[in-house]
């Protein structure tokens, strides 16, 4: 499950995996900000809060996980990842060859310089 929720004054989704990202959990959070970037253009960003990397439940959630990014990270400026999980620190490296948004890895303590840092 991937808990989220759209700061609609700042501009900032934040993600939460609460275990396995499921295939309907992208449905879900397009659904809640695709309506604010038809009218704003843009998400100032996105913070990922996961203490570990929770992986998909299925190739389907990968999927769909995958068409989320396709169709949305155009309009993402940046992506903040607060975690201590290995997995997480290297995509940064990994998605600057495809993805448009500037991508940074936070210590799981550090949520509010990733915040700060979302928010210039």
């Known amino acids: 499950m991937l808990a989220h929720e759209l700061l609609r004054k700042e501009g900032i989704l934040l993600l939460r995996p609460q275990g396995p990202i499921q ?27 996961a203490p570990s990397f929770p992986g998909w439940d299925s190739f389907a959630a990968l999927v769909s996980h995958l068409r989320f990014v396709r169709d949305h990270h155009r309009h993402i400026a940046k992506i903040a990842a607060v975690s201590d999980s290995a997995v997480l620190s290297i995509i940064p490296h990994i998605t600057k060859h495809f993805v448009k948004a500037e991508f940074r890895h936070f210590n799981a303590n550090d949520r509010e310089a990733a915040l700060a840092w979302l928010r210039e």
Not at 23 to 40: C, H, N, R
């Open 23 to 49: 295939a309907g959990d992208f449905e879900s959070v397009a659904k809640l900000v695709d309506p604010y970037i038809e009218q704003t253009e843009e998400l100032r960003g996105v913070l990922i809060e």
